[in-house]
């Protein structure tokens, strides 16, 4: 990026039915994320910066990816993530979906697509839980308790920065948002490459451990 060595990890989506079959419609499973991990501390070994893209409903739920540890790749990655001694620039691009979203998202910046979505879980699984909707009648309300938009997420300092988006999203000018996803790389690493190390851990330490915070009236 601008002649700096980086490390880009994303998830991968189809264009087509027959893609979306072979990405597992942007599921990652097990390996994926174990291969991700393996990426991230190479990037570490050779300090580089790490630069994630988030788009997917969540992790793999099939049998081999229950088989082959899906919930133990997902803490790992993100307990490797929280101590990695390099920047990470993490953005959202279309759907941030629970831990299969969470597993590559813990970094020192998070940008999100104007709208994208991110959530702990998907508004049908949701409505599920909490109000045992299976006819999916509460979605909607579900999406709205949940928060999941760039402005509310901002607004609750979930996430750091909205990139905007044309009007009618991204696909109507996909060139406009690559020039504004540029940007808030440029501008990031221009703050956080020169961090050393033991504030760079600490900025992102503070950074989720204020999340969530109250106070008693």
């Given at each position: 990026?601008?002649?700096?060595?980086?490390?880009?990890?994303?998830?991968?989506?189809?264009?087509?039915i027959?893609?979306?079959?072979?990405?597992?419609?942007?599921m990652?499973?097990?390996?994926?994320?174990?291969k991700?991990?393996?990426l991230?501390?190479?990037?570490?070994?050779?300090?580089?910066?790490?630069?994630?893209?988030?788009?997917?409903?969540?992790?793999?739920?099939?049998?081999?990816?229950?088989?082959?540890?899906?919930?133990?790749?997902?803490?790992?990655?993100?307990?490797?993530?929280?101590?990695?001694?390099?920047?990470i620039?993490?953005?959202?691009?279309?759907?941030?979906?629970?831990?299969?979203?969470?597993a590559?998202?813990?970094?020192?910046?998070?940008?999100?697509?104007?709208?994208?979505?991110?959530?702990?879980?998907?508004?049908e699984?949701?409505?599920?839980?909490?109000?045992?909707?299976?006819?999916?009648?509460?979605?909607?309300?579900?999406?709205?308790?949940?928060k999941?938009?760039?402005?509310?997420?901002?607004?609750?300092?979930?996430?750091?920065?909205?990139?905007?988006?044309?009007?009618?999203?991204m696909?109507?000018?996909?060139?406009?948002?690559?020039?504004?996803?540029?940007?808030?790389?440029?501008?990031?690493?221009?703050?956080?490459?020169?961090?050393?190390?033991?504030?760079?851990?600490?900025?992102?330490?503070?950074?989720?451990?204020?999340?969530?915070?109250?106070?008693?009236?």
């Amino acid at each position: 990026f601008n002649n700096m060595p980086v490390t880009i990890i994303g998830h991968q989506k189809g264009r087509s039915i027959d893609e979306n079959l072979k990405c597992q419609f942007g599921m990652a499973s097990p390996e994926g994320y174990r291969k991700g991990m393996r990426l991230m501390k190479q990037a570490e070994k050779f300090h580089r910066p790490i630069i994630t893209f988030i788009d997917t409903p969540g992790a793999y739920p099939g049998i081999s990816s229950e088989e082959n540890g899906i919930g133990e790749a997902i803490g790992q990655s993100l307990m490797m993530m929280s101590d990695l001694k390099v920047p990470i620039i993490v953005i959202i691009t279309g759907e941030g979906g629970s831990g299969g979203a969470l597993a590559l998202s813990i970094g020192d910046h998070l940008a999100m697509l104007e709208n994208a979505v991110y959530s702990v879980l998907s508004p049908e699984g949701f409505a599920s839980i909490l109000w045992k909707d299976v006819k999916g009648e509460r979605i909607e309300e579900a999406c709205e308790v949940m928060k999941m938009t760039a402005e509310d997420l901002y607004h609750y300092g979930i996430i750091d920065e909205i990139i905007k988006e044309p009007l009618g999203g991204m696909t109507t000018n996909p060139a406009i948002v690559y020039r504004n996803i540029r940007k808030v790389i440029r501008e990031q690493l221009d703050i956080l490459v020169p961090m050393d190390v033991k504030t760079l851990i600490r900025k992102r330490y503070n950074r989720y451990r204020k999340i969530g915070e109250w106070k008693n009236g």
